[in-house]
């Protein structure tokens, strides 16, 4: 508030401002009347202002009096986005660092990928570059212990076994229905038998492994694991029945026998009416043995390149997550898996053999195409880590 003498009086001055709006001065105005000619935007922060007691002008955003005003200083940085991407024949960007890292961890991109930065004009991949370091997994110092070949423990003497799926109807019930593991690398007159064999109807929704993976209930023990085919057997010699609660071993829920698919009495007549030899025919016996793996593949089909993560590995084939959007069966695909699990380098022609469409999401490949040294360093791979 401003003071102005009249005489020996001093009266109070609080209207200190006056504005110049299109040429033309308007005034004079207290500190609340420019605020609310700003709210009006009849002010802007950069309108003419002048200072009755200053005698001086200025702009409305220098002054001050009114500095609560000014939009709020930006506390997030905007990344320079000069970095580009090759996937395929495909280029395309710019974009930032942050991008990148995105890209990667959303699977869209692999550390092996290459990028350009546009200030050095050449093409590096991604895992060469210092400022992408963090993204480069630590690597393990410590020997792996595993327990068997992949997900389900295999028991002492199963070693050499690798009994793979029996396909059947379904029961109609939806949530019942086992979507098949096309992790298995099964061979085609394998699969043809068994089409042959008349287990399989029209509908061949429903696969059944033979693993061990059958946990009973029996009174107040838990047996098992126990494959499919022992199950069925307790049920012939009634030492279990259809009202008996079963559940897989990585599962908590107890179900009776006659709620689990797998189970449906149908099925289980369909079994029961084979010798023991014969319904152990029925499971498609794969000629190579497979191992869990983990490294980062690419699959070009089409035209087109996918990328997911081979999960797990045979000598004649292996399982690549990624979404299978438009494959189909029987087609042939080039793949490249990078070094992972193991620095093993794989790039073949291949046939696809099994399509998932739900978890684990991708598709299960023959190899037709892998040369000698490559088939040697899978066999031995394979054969280390299932022993």
């Not at 992949?150 to 979507?179: F, H, S, Y």
């Not at 399989?200 to 694991?225: Q, R, S």
């Not at 829920?253 to 009416?273: A, C, M, T």
């Not at 690419?298 to 979404?323: A, D, H, M, P, Q």
Request: a positive charge; one cysteine or more; proline letters at 6%.
């Amino acid at each position: 508030m401003l003071n102005k003498r009249r005489g020996n009086q001093e009266v109070a001055i609080s209207k200190n401002f006056v504005v110049q709006i299109k040429d033309r001065n308007y005034g004079p105005l207290d500190h609340a009347g420019m605020v609310r000619f700003f709210q009006r935007k009849i002010l802007t922060l950069h309108s003419c202002v002048y200072r009755i007691k200053e005698k001086q002008w200025s702009l409305l955003g220098e002054l001050v009096d009114f500095t609560d005003l000014l939009p709020a200083k930006p506390q997030r940085m905007i990344e320079k986005r000069n970095i580009f991407i090759s996937v395929g024949d495909r280029v395309s960007g710019p974009y930032s660092k942050s991008d990148i890292a995105s890209r990667v961890s959303d699977g869209d991109l692999s550390i092996f990928d290459y990028v350009l930065i546009e200030e050095e004009g050449r093409w590096r991949c991604i895992k060469d570059l210092p400022i992408f370091l963090n993204l480069i997994p630590k690597i393990p110092t410590v020997i792996p212990v595993l327990e068997g070949p992949g997900p389900e423990q295999l028991r002492p003497n199963d070693a050499d076994l690798d009994i793979p799926d029996l396909k059947i109807p379904p029961t109609g019930d939806e949530e019942d229905r086992e979507v098949a593991d096309s992790r298995d690398d099964e061979v085609e007159e394998g699969i043809e038998n068994v089409e042959e064999s008349g287990v399989l109807g029209e509908d061949k929704n429903l696969t059944i492994k033979n693993d061990p993976v059958w946990m009973v209930e029996k009174g107040d023990k838990t047996l098992g694991p126990y494959r499919y085919l022992e199950i069925i057997k307790m049920l012939q010699k009634n030492s279990i029945t259809q009202n008996n609660k079963i559940r897989r071993k990585d599962e908590q829920k107890w179900r009776p026998l006659s709620d689990i698919g797998e189970f449906h009495s149908n099925i289980v007549k369909k079994i029961s009416s084979q010798k023991d030899k014969d319904a152990s025919k029925l499971f498609v016996q794969r000629k190579y043995k497979r191992t869990s793996y983990l490294g980062p593949a690419t699959v070009t089909y089409n035209g087109k390149l996918y990328r997911g993560t081979c999960t797990s590995i045979s000598e004649g084939g292996c399982f690549i997550e990624l979404r299978p959007s438009d494959f189909q069966l029987h087609k042939e695909i080039m793949i490249k898996i990078m070094p992972g699990t193991v620095p093993l380098a794989i790039e073949a022609r291949a046939k696809i053999v099994s399509i998932n469409e739900r978890s684990p999401r991708g598709i299960g490949v023959k190899f037709i195409g892998v040369n000698e040294d490559q088939a040697g360093l899978i066999r031995k791979f394979v054969e280390k880590f299932c022993r």
